[in-house]
């Protein structure tokens, strides 16, 4: 079984999504928090960045943390390239927070962020 809760696979990942999604130009980091480090401890992860320096910084919720809930995803590799699509989305406008139209940002987000990580665990390029 793989530890996703090793930083050394956090970076690997890291790694291995950049290029996938062309964002080799970008300096990005991950690391894992604790919920109560997450700005809305409802979530798994959150992402920032700055356009213009092209930099970002993806905090993700230790998996080891997750909630005893059936109905959360518990994949922190599906996170991880959630916010990524963040990233790669930057360079459009960002919907208002709390409007349905970021709702439904975040609904496609996620959705290509489950069809990325699903594909490429059916093709076996992991």
């Known amino acids: ?3 996703t809760g ?3 696979w956090l ?3 890291l790694c291995h999504w950049r290029k996938v999604l062309r964002l080799q130009d970008w300096e990005i980091r991950a690391r894992y928090v604790h919920q109560w480090e997450l700005d ?3 979530t798994r992860a959150d992402c920032y960045y700055g356009k213009t320096e092209r930099r970002a910084v993806i905090r993700m ?3 080891e943390e ?3 809930d059936p109905t959360w995803e518990k994949d922190p590799e599906t996170s991880l390239v959630h916010e990524l699509l963040h990233v790669v989305m930057s360079e459009f406008c960002r919907p208002e927070e709390g409007s349905r139209d970021e709702e439904l940002f975040e609904k496609a987000i996620n959705s290509l962020a489950l069809a990325l990580v699903g594909l490429e665990r ?3 390029d992991r």
């Open 61 to 63: 919720l230790k998996p």
């Open 40 to 42: 809305d401890p409802s």
């Open 122 to 124: 059916e093709r076996g």
């Open 1 to 3: 079984m793989i530890d």
């Open 6 to 8: 090793d930083e050394v």
């Open 66 to 68: 997750f909630p005893d």
């Open 11 to 13: 970076a690997e990942k």
